[in-house]
């Protein structure tokens, strides 16, 4: 399983390292150490992290931590909540900070990119398709 460092952690949350940091020493997300002393986050961990601080956002959060955020260029760079595998097609959700991106592809196409929950992939919209980049 992928693991995240609170820098890549707070990028893909839309907010500063600082805040990430906090929320880690707060206890709101697990973090272990690497050999090198880094605080990392699993990446399943911060998948059920990021659905819930989008909630909070959704539901009128605010204060220091809000940030504005941006669809620059229709990227959305986030991490796998959830895959959905049917016989032939699959759903993949992503969590690109308070953004929720659903996309609904082939099967053949979510194994190819060995997407699973908890690792980091990007989201490219045109139009009303949804294509998903493993980052």
Known sequence: ???YTIGQAARLLGVSPDTARRWADAGRVTTHRDEGGRRLIDGRDLAVFSV????GQAQGGTGEDDVPYTSARNAFPGIVTAVKLGDVAAQVEIQAGPHRLVSLLTREAVEELGLEVGMQATARVKSTSVHIDRT
């Open 1 to 3: 399983m992928q693991s």
């Open 52 to 55: 819930e601080v989008a909630q």
